[in-house]
């Protein structure tokens, strides 16, 4: 290449030439300089293009041509519902809190209060829609493409749908063979209320902080 650079700058010295016609292989030209004939060498083996991925645009982006993917595309089995709680808890829930009702730590600590993903909007949202929003974040709440991989995403999707029919599922929605065991089953609130301590409650009062992690008054921070 530095041969030719040369050879051009001396024979093609004395003439003008302006920079869009600067002297340059396209690719697949045909060249003499190399013994192959090509301009274009061959890529280092195992060379990986940074666009690959998106050969399945809507895997990736969570969008098609018709707007917001649907239909989730990948399978859904009892395994990637475990993924997406599981990846779910660790990078949702600080905010959205487990029930994602958007009472979480974070949250209680100051942080803008996200909606909850039960309301009758979000429920009504593709799961495209949160794809996106995981990938790219909105308004304040940053996007986690850096932190959470693709199929990951699709997992805490599937996820947000099976808490969203958590939250909305009637008797009807069981299972006839799982029906007998409900009705059977004893209430979930117990007469005397909630258990205050310990127990691990999965879903913190609608709009307001659970008694127990309110700040006192006065701040007792010289405390900790
Ligand atoms: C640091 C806190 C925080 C974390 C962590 C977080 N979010 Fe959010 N999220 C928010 C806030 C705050 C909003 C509302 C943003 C606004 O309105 O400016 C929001 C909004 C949303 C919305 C609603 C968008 C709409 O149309 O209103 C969805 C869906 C969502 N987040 C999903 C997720 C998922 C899934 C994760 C985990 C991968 C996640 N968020 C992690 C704080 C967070």
Redesign the pocket.
């Known amino acids: 290449m530095a041969i030719a650079l040369a050879l051009l700058v001396a024979v093609g010295g004395g003439c003008r030439r302006d920079m869009q016609d600067t002297p340059r292989y396209e690719p697949y030209e045909a060249s003499e300089f190399f013994k192959d004939g090509r301009a274009s060498r061959h890529l280092v083996p195992g060379t990986v293009a940074r666009t690959q991925l998106y050969e399945n645009v809507a895997l990736v982006t969570g969008k098609s041509k018709s707007g917001y993917v649907e239909a989730l595309p990948v399978p859904v089995d009892r395994a990637l519902l475990e993924r997406g709680r599981q ?2 808890d660790i ?2 829930s ?3 809190d487990r029930a994602g009702t ?1 009472a ?1 730590m ?2 209680q600590r100051g ?5 909850s ?1 039960h309301e009758d ?2 429920r009504g ?1 593709p799961v495209g ?2 794809f996106g ?2 990938t790219n974040g ?5 996007g ?1 493409a850096p932190q ?1 991989p693709v199929d990951d ?1 699709w997992a ?2 599937a996820y ?1 749908r099976a808490l969203q029919l958590a939250q909305h599922a009637g008797a009807a929605d069981v299972p006839d063979d799982a029906r007998a065991a409900l009705d059977s089953a004893p209430p979930l609130t117990p007469p005397g209320g909630a258990d205050g301590e310990g127990g691990e409650s999965h879903q913190p009062p609608a709009g307001g902080k659970p008694a127990n992690e309110a700040p006192p008054e006065g701040g007792a921070h010289g405390a900790s």
């Open positions: 990846r779910y990078y949702c600080p905010c959205h958007g979480g974070i949250v942080y803008k209060r996200p909606p993903l909007r979000l949202m829609y949160f929003v995981i909105f308004g304040v709440m940053p986690y959470i995403r805490i999707t947000i």
